[in-house]
């Protein structure tokens, strides 16, 4: 089955209607001007999509004023590209250049901004990090001594956790190629192949289906459940009795999907089977509490009522599904003491998990977004009993 096409990119109007939320929030806050320093934040108000970020080497900016559109102060490398979207002020410099990498030039653009004496906002709570060398940031403070640092991060988190529909158009089409990916999963794998061939197999079948990349792919095989889902996989061979999750986070235009799948290989015991279906019902548990004006907390405690109740323990990830969007985890998470209410156009995932024993545990993994009527899937349901492979 072929996902059906995405429009790639985001038209003007929608950086617009950001950029018009973003200083209604920053007027109340009191904030003269937003400092961004990372991938997500930068392309969230400008569009500019590239793997550059993986390198170290040089950091990138984006300054947001009360008034008037973003100035971009990015390495000479990056403008060709920034010059695409719909930011018109870019200032660069030629990096690396570690006496003064962009410095000064980002000084000049928050005073441009009118915050050279003003209340600056940069995210600085949890999920949040400064991509940007210590001693750069103090510098920048030398230039600013009369500029106050303020955390926006809650400015940034209601901004980003509500989807535009164009952004849920997109999220929706890389679940529905990971979807049709897992679908290929029992023609993929076979018993005694090693778990470094099996991932390999599942990674290319999520590029065949037009994903752009793959960069999350971890799980396990064990017999009758695994302990460890984070270990990259080893050459053992999958076994009679395995099961094997996948659990993948892979990218269309810049967004993620988030779920995961489980598979018996050649047989599955009795307690394999009844742990599969608590989390099935689980999961329809979540699916079902999640609905406008519903809390996070609400979603955890429905999914592990119904853990509990069939005599089970949560698992120690200390979270139950979580936020999904330009980033694979997002705020918010499912906890019992977070009150985020929810919101039409939150798009998150349910992932509740379960101990069957000493060493053996199971996760299912699903992506919703919130509707005024309720959660609706993204990811194409899981099958309602384990699926064994022959």
């Not at 900016?61 to 009360?66: A, H, K, Q, S």
């Not at 403008?79 to 719909?86: E, N, V």
């Amino acid at each position: 089955m072929t996902a059906a096409t995405c429009e790639r990119g985001l038209p003007p109007a929608e950086f617009e209607a950001r950029l018009a939320r973003a200083q209604r929030g920053m007027a109340t806050a009191g904030l003269d001007a937003l400092l961004l320093t990372t991938e997500p934040e930068v392309r969230w108000f400008s569009g500019f999509l590239t793997e550059f970020w993986q390198s170290p080497t040089r950091p990138w900016f984006l300054v947001v004023p009360r008034d008037g559109k973003p100035i971009a102060v990015i390495p000479g490398i990056g403008a060709p590209l920034m010059a695409r979207t719909w930011i018109d002020d870019i200032r660069t410099w030629p990096s690396p250049q570690p006496d003064d990498e962009g410095v000064s030039r980002l000084a000049e653009a928050l005073r441009d901004a009118g915050a050279g004496a003003g209340r600056i906002g940069l995210p600085m709570g949890p999920e949040t990090m400064l991509r940007m060398p210590l001693n750069d940031y103090r510098q920048l403070q030398y230039q600013l001594p009369a500029a106050e640092p303020v955390d926006a991060s809650a400015l940034m988190r209601e901004l980003r956790m509500i989807k535009s529909e164009r952004e849920i158009a997109k999220i929706a089409h890389i679940c529905e190629i990971a979807s049709n990916a897992f679908a290929e999963v029992p023609q993929l794998v076979a018993l005694g192949q090693p778990l470094t061939e099996t991932f390999r197999a599942f990674r290319m079948a999520l590029l065949r289906n037009g994903a752009d990349n793959v960069p999350y792919l971890v799980g396990a095989s064990a017999p009758g459940g695994y302990e460890d889902v984070i270990t990259p996989p080893g050459e053992d061979p999958l076994s009679d009795g395995d099961i094997l999750m996948m659990d993948t986070g892979a990218l269309f235009d810049g967004y993620f999907c988030d779920f995961d799948r489980n598979w018996a290989i050649g047989q599955a015991d009795d307690d394999t089977r009844r742990a599969y279906d608590t989390l099935y019902r689980a999961t329809d548990a979540g699916q079902a509490a999640a609905r406008p004006g519903s809390t996070c907390a609400d979603l955890f405690h429905a999914m592990r009522d119904v853990i509990v109740a069939d005599g089970y323990e949560c698992g120690n990830v200390g979270r139950l599904g979580h936020g999904l969007g330009m980033q694979l985890t997002e705020w918010p998470s499912h906890t019992p003491d977070d009150r985020t209410v929810l919101q039409p156009g939150m798009v998150l995932t349910l992932e509740p998990g379960l101990g069957i024993g000493p060493g053996r545990s199971m996760v299912h993994e699903e992506n919703i977004v919130i509707r005024e009527s309720g959660a609706e899937l993204l990811s194409r349901r899981a099958a309602p009993e384990l699926p064994v492979i022959d």
